[in-house]
């Protein structure tokens, strides 16, 4: 008897629980060894770990201020749309539904199956396609409850977001205790420039900027928040300063009981950490990080289907995905929409792979979504937001952004490149499909073939059946006059 509508269900822990959920992920137990691998030193790591965790924080700044000056939910869609226009926004959703969101739920999938098998095979690897099994069922178990209930996926992300500090604080505790006690003998020659690359930092960045990712989550949900105007801007700092204090203590521990060259080798870098520091929890920590991986995939579902609830309802997707459950008040088909692309994703995938393979169209995107922020600034300069934060926070964070997708040309070209050309393949799809400037010839030759398929090709095959019925009577008839007639 009620208007359906997405219910303002997401109060303020509930919004920081999200946004920690979703950063504190799978990032910071597969990406040490990415960020030590294109990085070249232990130091110079650790500068990328911090710089990621500041460009993170101007990053959510900058869409705490887009969250209060647009009351709609869609996160970066939205704000492209809102800022640059239809064509840059259906690019993003075109890069996001094929390439982005599928490869990230499957990187994140993937460490879930990885750390949740760990234990059961420990010497050995566990065989990659238990993982991938794993994995799936994993994913397809979040799916349903996000198809089920948003509150109980609200308190699951909360009470997983628990389980994620305290996997942080399994692994920075014994580290510090560690480094009081005197074993700094791995932080020996710590920036050693030798074995500095400057071309792969750009991939650096990206799996650093992996870890943090998440901070923009709040954005997707605006208009289910309770209070946003005041609740985005206090989650937001909120959440990225716990997390950045929490990764560079947790490397840091990681750096002080590995080493550099076991966190090189490390398949599953806190599995291996745990085998050094203390055995006696071998089987608890990678099952409290498998549960974090588990908290990633739920915040991820549960945000990207409000983005195509949004874009069906601004005409930029099918009008399917923009109805709403009646009874669970759930988007069900926006959520239901992505399992095949991600479930060939983990069956096909490599976790580093997919991190660079995805990370070029959403940085990408998230640079132009700060660039928007600028535009619109210049475009209603009348507008008095309530949160505003100083304008070289968004330029130089569009600026590293864009640098850092320029520069991941020349670290990584065949994966890069792949993902450059799914952003390209969405321009014809555009203009084809649409856009709405259609000449007038090219709009009735639509709207006739639409009239036909909608309503001429129903009646017209019942009609067709019967004048193929009749004719055959009558074939029948004039076959059976010529038997009696021989």
């Not at 309770?226 to 801007?233: D, H, S, T, W």
């Not at 692309?341 to 995805?358: E, P, Q």
């Not at 009348?382 to 020349?410: G, Q």
Request: aromatic share 14%; proline share 6%.
């Amino acid at each position: 008897e009620e208007a359906i509508f997405l219910r303002k269900k997401i109060t303020l822990l509930r919004a920081f629980s999200l946004l920690i959920g979703s950063m504190v992920g799978s990032g910071i137990f597969i990406s040490p060894k990415g960020v030590l691998q294109n990085s070249g030193s232990l130091g110079f790591s650790l500068l990328v770990w911090f710089s990621c965790g500041l460009l993170s924080m101007f990053g959510a700044l900058c869409y705490a201020e887009l969250g209060t000056r647009i009351t709609k939910s869609g996160g970066h869609y939205i704000y492209i749309l809102e800022t640059l226009g239809p064509l840059p926004s259906f690019l993003f959703l075109w890069a996001e539904f094929f390439a982005i969101r599928p490869a990230n739920s499957a990187v994140v999938s993937l460490a879930f199956g990885r750390y949740l098998l760990e234990p059961f095979f420990t010497p050995c690897a566990a065989p990659v396609p238990a993982v991938k099994l794993v994995s799936l069922l994993g994913y397809y178990t979040v799916l349903t409850l996000n198809s089920w209930s948003v509150s109980w996926s609200a308190r699951l992300q909360t009470a997983l977001s628990v389980v994620k500090l305290l996997a942080l604080a399994l692994i920075i505790v014994p580290g510090m205790m560690l480094l009081a006690q005197g074993h700094t003998e791995n932080f020996q020659d710590a920036f050693d420039r030798q074995s500095l690359a400057l071309d792969k930092l750009p991939l650096a960045f990206y799996a650093g900027m992996f870890a943090y990712s998440g901070w923009f989550q709040t954005s997707f949900v605006r208009e289910e928040l309770v209070k946003p105007e005041r609740n985005i801007p206090l989650a937001v700092i909120v959440s990225v300063i716990t997390v950045i204090v929490g990764y560079m203590l947790t490397n840091v521990s990681y750096y002080t009981v590995l080493g550099t060259q076991d966190v090189l080798a490390s398949p599953a870098v806190a599995v291996s950490f745990v085998q050094r520091a203390f055995k006696s929890l071998i089987s608890v920590v990678p099952v409290l990080v498998a549960l974090s991986c588990f908290g990633t995939m739920n915040g991820g579902i549960f945000t990207f289907s409000r983005t195509l609830f949004v874009a069906s309802r601004e005409g930029q997707w099918p009008p399917l995905f923009s109805m709403i459950h009646i009874r669970r008040h759930t988007p069900l088909p926006a959520v239901m929409l992505m399992f095949p692309l991600v479930t060939a994703m983990v069956c096909i995938g490599d976790i580093y792979h997919l991190l660079n393979f995805f990370s070029f169209s959403r940085w990408l995107f998230i640079g132009l979504a700060t660039l928007g922020l600028i535009v619109h600034r210049l475009r209603h300069p009348e507008l008095r937001s309530p949160f505003k934060v100083p304008l070289f926070v968004p330029v130089s964070f569009t600026i590293i952004c864009l640098f850092t997708v320029a520069m991941s040309f020349y670290s990584d070209p065949v994966n890069i490149s792949i993902g450059c050309t799914m952003v390209l393949s969405g321009f014809p799809v555009y203009y084809l499909i649409i856009h709405r400037q259609m000449s007038d010839r090219c709009r009735s030759v639509f709207s006739i073939s639409q009239d036909f398929l909608w309503t001429k090709l129903p009646s017209f095959f019942p009609a067709l059946s019967d004048y193929l019925t009749h004719k055959l009577q009558l074939l029948l008839e004039v076959v059976q006059q010529e038997i009696k007639t021989y």
